[in-house]
């Protein structure tokens, strides 16, 4: 099956029509949904930081909005990361300067699962053994 995993900053990018990636987190989110583009993988810490970033910095009503999003796309898959993939993460966050905690566990979760693909605006992924980012929607498996 087809899948990448979604970093926070394309739900943040795309609920927030000030962020200088907000077409492009769209277009992102609408052809996943569409099925244009592969399924994906959305980790607890993902959800947790988008929704509360749009939460505190935008409206409560906008972060709910993202999340009912989210939770009724059928191309969108929710994955509670286990515990050790969060000490593998520490690990990662510990040797990788560039990643925050939560890139870090993104980083430990597609190692987990063997996906290589990720959407995100963050350039902290690259050069990441292992990780393709994608900030555009393309679908690289087409």
Known sequence: MAVAFLDSNVL???????????????EILRTVDSGELPSVRLTNYVVSEAVGYIHTRQSHATAIELYD??????????????KS???????????HEQLSFVDATLVADMARDGVEY???F???????????RLAVPENPFA
């Open 12 to 26: 943040i990018g795309a609920a927030n029509s000030r962020d200088q990636h907000h077409e492009a987190a769209l």
């Open 69 to 82: 999003r989210l939770k009724t796309g059928s191309a969108f898959e929710f994955v509670l990361s286990p």
């Open 85 to 95: 993939t969060f000490f593998s993460a520490e690990e990662r966050f510990r040797t």
């Open 118 to 120: 990720i959407y995100s």
């Open 122 to 132: 963050d350039d902290d992924f690259d050069g990441i053994d292992g990780i393709s």
